[in-house]
C-alpha cells in the first residue's frame, strides 16, 4: 500500500502475490511494471500498466511539472508550485496532474514550468515567475495555445501558435546533448521510489543479482567506464582490486562531498535522481562483496542529503536493502553520512578519515581498495560513476560503449558556469570539443563580450584559452592543454576576467583548504597565494614570475596527496597562456580587465556630476565628499574600498573606472 | 529564536548537551564529528565548554577535539549573530562580484578587522563555499543562528544587500 493507503506499483496486485521481505520474490522489480509474473490474471495486469500509463502520462493524459531542486527553489520554483497549486482545479484540471520534479540542467530556465495535455505538445516555459502563472496555463489548457513557450516537445499541428516554438530537439543545448545517465533529471519524482521503477529503475541491480559478482566486474570492464570523480581511473579495476582482498568485510562508498566551485552535477544527480546513484551503490556492493555501503554527502547540500535519506529509507522498505536481497542471499545495508565540509575530503583517504571521526589524508600506497576505511578494504566511486554503472547494468555495456572515444568511453556530465547565455549541467559524449560545449550548447559569451578563456577541473584544473576550443574533452587531451578533467566543472571567462586574479583566487582556495599535513603544500600554496597577490596589488617584479613557476613545480611534485599535486595547476596554466597579463601588471602596472581593485582607480568626472550627493550617501566607506568651491562630489582614493557602488548608482554616469 | 528556546530547556548546559550526546553515541572516538554536529545545531556554535566535556568523556586530549573542530568547515568556535550572510565563493560567484560585495558588506556592517560578527550581534558576514547554483551567480544566503531559517538571494549588488540587511533588521525588530 501507499503512504496514503491508496493502491501503486510497489504494493500488491491480489492475494496470489506471495512477496514479503521475509521471502522476497526474485522477479519482484520485474513483476512491478510488467507484472504479474507469477501468475496471470488479466486484472493485475491491467492494474498494473494503468499505473504506470498513469505515472508516464498523469491523470487522463494532464500533467504539470514544476522542479524542486536546490537551485529552481532557490530561484523561485516554490512559489510557482502554489500559484500552480491554487489555480489548477479552476481550470478544471485534476489536482494530481502536478507533479514535483528534479532539474533538468537547463538552469538558466530556473524556474521553469511543462505542461501537457491530451493531444498537445508538452510546452516547457522558462522564467516563470508567480504571477504569470495563471496566465501561461489558461493560455495552454483553455485556449490550446503555446506561443510564449520556450520549447515544445513536437509539432502536432493541433496547438495554436506552434509555428512560433522550437521544438526541443530542434534546439542546440538539447540536440547536442546525449542524455544517457541524466535521462531521469527532470522527469521522475526524487522522492518516489515507485516513480522510479516506472521508468526503468533497479532494473540494473535486478539484472547484476542474476549474474556472478565477477561477472559484474567483467561487464564493467566491457563498458570501459572510468571515474567520473576527475582521475579517470578504470572503475572495474578497483573494485577488482577490492574484490581479490581476503577480507571478510569491506565497504562501499559514495563520494558525494562534492567541493569543487562551480561543479554540481553530483547534486543535481542525486537530488534529481536519487535512487539511480543508490541503486550502482548497491551493484557496487554486490561486485566487491560488501556488506555495508555509505554515502558521504556534504551537510551545506541539505537536500541532497535528505533526498538521498530518503531513498535510502525507501528501499529498505522495499527490500532492495537489507537482508538477502531479492532473494538471491546478498545482504547489504547503506548509511549515510553529513560531512562536516572540506575540500580535501574528495581525497580518497581523507574521506575515510572524516568517516572515522578524524582529518587529513594519509600516504598511498596502501590504495583504500587495500586498507581503507578501518583498516579494511574499501572501494570509493563517485555520484556519477555509480549512476553510471546503475544505466549500464541495465541496459547493457555496449549502449554506455557506444559513446565516447577509443580510450574513454560514455558520456559525462559538465557544469557550464560564468560568462555564457546560458548557465546548466549538460551531459554530452567523452570527446565532444570545447567549443560544441560552450558555444553552441551553452550558447558562448553575452553579445558584445569576447570569450578569453575557459576554466577546466575546479580548484585543481587549468585555463585554456579560447584558441585551444577544438580541444576534445577527455582526460588525455586535456591534460595536454595543461587542464584536468576534474569533476566536470567548466567556467567560462570573457574578457572582463583577469587571469592573474583568477589564478589568485584558486589558489586562496587552495591555500584555505590545504589541510597542512605535508609542507610542500601547506607552505608552497601560501608562497604562490603571496605572491600573486603582490602582482595584482602592481608591486610585482619579473622575479616573482620565476618563484610562481618553481614553487609551482614543487608544490606539484612533493605534495602528499592529489590535493597539493594538483594545485599550482591554475597558475602554471595561466602562466602558460596567458603571460602577457603578468606582464601588463608587473611592467605597466595595470589590469587590462580591470579587475584588480588595488590597480584601478574610481574617479568623478566634474563635468557631468550635478552634484546631487547620491553617491556620498549611498558610499559605505564614506569616502565620497562635496568639494564646496566647485559643488561637486570627489572621491578620497585613501578611503575608496573600490566597491563599484557609486558607478552603479550615479543618476548621470558621472563615476568613470579607470583602469 | 523562540522555536530554539522551545528546544532546549532553561537548564541544559553546552556541559550537560555534551555529556548527552556522547552517551547517546557511545562514548565512541568516530563518532566525534557527529557529537561535534548535533552540539552545533543546537547551538549554532561549538562552545568550548562543551568541547572539554567531549574531551573529557572520549578520553582523548582536548587539542584532538580542537583539531577535527577547526579542520572542518561546518564547526564554528565563535558564537554567530542572529543572522550569518553567507556569501557564495564559488568561481562563478567570485568572478561576477561576490569578492567586493563581500568587502562592502563589512564596510557597510562596520564588522572589526579579526572579527565576523557585527558589535551588536545581529549579523555574521562568512565566505561559503560553492551552493551550486551557479546560475543565480552572485549568491548570498542568510542563515539563522539555529539553522531553522534559510533564504537564498541571486544576482546579489551592494544595493540589493542594503535592503536584505533592511529586511532582516525588521524581521528582527517585529519577532522582538
Request: proline fraction near 5%.
Amino acid at each position: 500500500m501507499g503512504d496514503d493507503g491508496s493502491w501503486n506499483l510497489m504494493s500488491r496486485c491480489c492475494g496470489k502475490c506471495w512477496h514479503s521481505l521475509e521471502y522476497p520474490c526474485r522477479n519482484y522489480i520485474r513483476c512491478r511494471t510488467e507484472g504479474p509474473l507469477c501468475h496471470d490474471d488479466q486484472r493485475c495486469r491491467t492494474l498494473r500498466s494503468e499505473r504506470v500509463r498513469y505515472i508516464k502520462e498523469g491523470p487522463n493524459g494532464y500533467r504539470i511539472k514544476v522542479p524542486l531542486a536546490s537551485c529552481s527553489i532557490a530561484a523561485g520554483a516554490k512559489e510557482v508550485l502554489d500559484a500552480v497549486k491554487e489555480v489548477v482545479e479552476s481550470l478544471g484540471i485534476p489536482s494530481d496532474a502536478v507533479k514535483t520534479v528534479g532539474c533538468t540542467g537547463l538552469c538558466y530556465l530556473d524556474p521553469w514550468l511543462e505542461l501537457k495535455a491530451p493531444g498537445m505538445p508538452a510546452a516547457l516555459y522558462g522564467n516563470v515567475k508567480p504571477a504569470e502563472v495563471e496566465g501561461i496555463l489558461k493560455k495552454y489548457f483553455i485556449e490550446n495555445d503555446v506561443s510564449g513557450a520556450y520549447a515544445i516537445s513536437e509539432r502536432t499541428g493541433k496547438a495554436r501558435g506552434e509555428g512560433d516554438v522550437p521544438t526541443l530537439s530542434e534546439l542546440d543545448v538539447w540536440r547536442l546533448q546525449v542524455r544517457y545517465v541524466s535521462r531521469n533529471c527532470g522527469v521522475v519524482n526524487p522522492e518516489s521510489i515507485e516513480d522510479y521503477i516506472a521508468y526503468g529503475g533497479y532494473r540494473g541491480l535486478d539484472r547484476a543479482l542474476r549474474m556472478s559478482p565477477e561477472e559484474v566486474i567483467e561487464e564493467v570492464k566491457k563498458s570501459g567506464l572510468r571515474g567520473r570523480g576527475g582521475a579517470g581511473f578504470p572503475t572495474w579495476l578497483k573494485w577488482r582490486i577490492c574484490r581479490n582482498q581476503p577480507s571478510k568485510e569491506k565497504y562501499v562508498i559514495v563520494n558525494a562531498d562534492e567541493g569543487d566551485p562551480g561543479a554540481f552535477m553530483n547534486r543535481l544527480l542525486a537530488e534529481s535522481d536519487p535512487h539511480r546513484v543508490l541503486e550502482g551503490l548497491i551493484i557496487a556492493g554486490y561486485a566487491v562483496g560488501a556488506t555495508k555501503g555509505f554515502i558521504f554527502v556534504r551537510a551545506e547540500k541539505p537536500l541532497m542529503a535528505e533526498r538521498l535519506q530518503k531513498a535510502v529509507e525507501e528501499a529498505r522498505k522495499h527490500g532492495i536493502l537489507g537482508k538477502n536481497i531479492l532473494g538471491r542471499g546478498f545482504d547489504f545495508d547503506v548509511e549515510v553520512i553529513l560531512s562536516a565540509g572540506a575540500f580535501v575530503c574528495g581525497e580518497e583517504t581523507a574521506l575515510i578519515a572524516a568517516i572515522e571521526g578524524r582529518a587529513t589524508p594519509r600516504q598511498r600506497p596502501p590504495y583504500p581498495a587495500v586498507v581503507g576505511l578501518w583498516g579494511k578494504p574499501t572501494v570509493i566511486n563517485n555520484v556519477e560513476t555509480l549512476a553510471h554503472v546503475a544505466t549500464l547494468m541495465a541496459e547493457g555495456w555496449e549502449s554506455f560503449a557506444a559513446y565516447g572515444t577509443e580510450r574513454s568511453k560514455g558520456t559525462k556530465m559538465f557544469c557550464v558556469t560564468g560568462a555564457v547565455k546560458r548557465t546548466g549541467a549538460y551531459e554530452v559524449p567523452i570527446g565532444t570539443t570545447l567549443r560544441t560545449l560552450v558555444e553552441k550548447i551553452a550558447g558562448g559569451v553575452k553579445e558584445g563580450r569576447k570569450l578569453k578563456a575557459v576554466q577546466i577541473g575546479g580548484p585543481s584544473g587549468g585555463c585554456v584559452p579560447a584558441h585551444l576550443l577544438d580541444t576534445p574533452i577527455d582526460y588525455e587531451s586535456l591534460r595536454d592543454a595543461g587542464a584536468i578533467m576534474g569533476s566536470g566543472g567548466i567556467v567560462v571567462m570573457d574578457d572582463t576576467a583577469c587571469m592573474v586574479d583568477v589564478a589568485r583566487y584558486f589558489t586562496s582556495f587552495i591555500v584555505a583548504e590545504s589541510c597542512g599535513k605535508c609542507f610542500p603544500c601547506r607552505i608552497g600554496t601560501k608562497i604562490l597565494y603571496d605572491t600573486l597577490t603582490k602582482i595584482t596589488e602592481g608591486k610585482g617584479t619579473l622575479e616573482d614570475l620565476e618563484i610562481l613557476e618553481s614553487v609551482g613545480r614543487v608544490v606539484r611534485d612533493a605534495s602528499l596527496c592529489a590535493l597539493g599535486g594538483t594545485a599550482p595547476n591554475p597558475v602554471l596554466s595561466t602562466l602558460r597562456h596567458f603571460r602577457d597579463e603578468y606582464l601588463a601588471h608587473i611592467i605597466d602596472k595595470k589590469c587590462p580587465a580591470g579587475v584588480c581593485t588595488k590597480l584601478l582607480k574610481y574617479r568623478i568626472n566634474p563635468d557631468k556630476c550635478v552634484g546631487c550627493g547620491t553617491c556620498a550617501k549611498h558610499c559605505p566607506a564614506g569616502a565620497i565628499s562635496k568639494d564646496e568651491k566647485s559643488g561637486k562630489y570627489v572621491i578620497d582614493q585613501e578611503k575608496c574600498v573600490k566597491c563599484g557602488t557609486c558607478v552603479t548608482i550615479c543618476p548621470v554616469n558621472a563615476v568613470v573606472k579607470e583602469v | 529564536m523562540a522555536q530554539l528556546l522551545k528546544l532546549i530547556p532553561r537548564e541544559t548546559t553546552p556541559g550537560a548537551l555534551a555529556h548527552d550526546v556522547a552517551a547517546k553515541y557511545g562514548r565512541e572516538r568516530r563518532y566525534l564529528i557527529r557529537m561535534l554536529q548535533e552540539i552545533q545545531s543546537t547551538y549554532g556554535y561549538l562552545p568550548q565548554e562543551a568541547l572539554r566535556v567531549i574531551a573529557n568523556e572520549l578520553r582523548i586530549p582536548l587539542t584532538e577535539v580542537l583539531t577535527v573542530a577547526t579542520f572542518y568547515h561546518q564547526f564554528r568556535l565563535e558564537k554567530p549573530g542572529e543572522f550569518i550572510i553567507m556569501l557564495c565563493m564559488g568561481t562563478a560567484c567570485h568572478l561576477r562580484g561576490n569578492a567586493a560585495n563581500y568587502e562592502f558588506l563589512r564596510t557597510y556592517l562596520g564588522i572589526k578587522p579579526g572579527r565576523s560578527t557585527t558589535s551588536d550581534g545581529v549579523f555574521s558576514v562568512e565566505k561559503a563555499r560553492c551552493f551550486g547554483c551557479c546560475s543565480l551567480a552572485p549568491v548570498v544566503m542568510v542563515v539563522s543562528r539555529d539553522g531553522s531559517y534559510r533564504k537564498l538571494y541571486g544576482g546579489v549588488t551592494p544595493a540589493k544587500l542594503r535592503r536584505i540587511i533592511a529586511e532582516h533588521r525588521a524581521k528582527l525588530a517585529k519577532k522582538r
